[in-house]
């Protein structure tokens, strides 16, 4: 299926306008319940974890290479090295039992506790959560790889689009 241009900025926009107006809705004007509204978080919040741990961990299988060796292929080039890529390797195990525990957790919340510590640790406590992951992530990968040169945070998103656009993928 061919597409233009226009199909991503669109996208955008209808997610960027209609899940708020959405939400908005469901809270303000429709006769569904707090809890109804909970269940329908619930599933979003799992749902999205589950996602994100099956699209890391599908690359750690056997003949795969793990997602994170896939970046640091295209931003290190021929300076990807067996540090590099044993580093990745676990840290694509890292972010996948990250994103398992961020959709069990809730899960176990939901029907053990409170709804409004539920609500606290989907709505409050995931943000910097993940926050801290990337913190945590970012000190491992300086203190493991420390005799390797690293790259700002910028130089990465510019090495690998760039690498994409020499062998001609989408950008």
């Known amino acids: 299926m061919k597409t233009g241009p226009w199909l991503i900025p669109s996208l955008a926009i209808v997610l960027l306008l209609g899940y708020p107006a959405g939400m908005h809705w469901l809270l303000t004007a429709s006769s569904w319940s707090h809890a109804t509204l909970a269940w329908i978080n619930l599933a979003q919040t799992v749902g999205m974890q589950t996602l994100l741990a099956w699209f890391f961990g599908r690359t750690l299988r056997a003949g795969h290479e793990p997602l994170i060796a896939q970046f640091a292929r295209r931003i290190h080039g021929d300076g990807y090295s067996p540090p590099i890529a044993r580093y990745a390797r676990q840290a694509t195990w890292a972010w996948t039992g990250f994103f398992i525990a961020m959709a069990v957790i ?11 510590i539920w609500s606290w640790f989907v709505n409050v406590l995931s943000i910097p959560l993940l926050g801290l992951m990337f913190v945590a992530e970012y000190a491992a990968r300086r203190y493991c790889l420390r005799d390797i040169p690293h790259v ?20």
């Open 106 to 116: 809730p899960l176990i919340l939901f029907f053990t506790a409170s709804l409004t």
């Open 152 to 171: 700002s945070l910028m130089k990465s998103f510019t090495l690998y689009r760039d690498s994409r656009r020499a062998t001609g993928e989408r950008t």
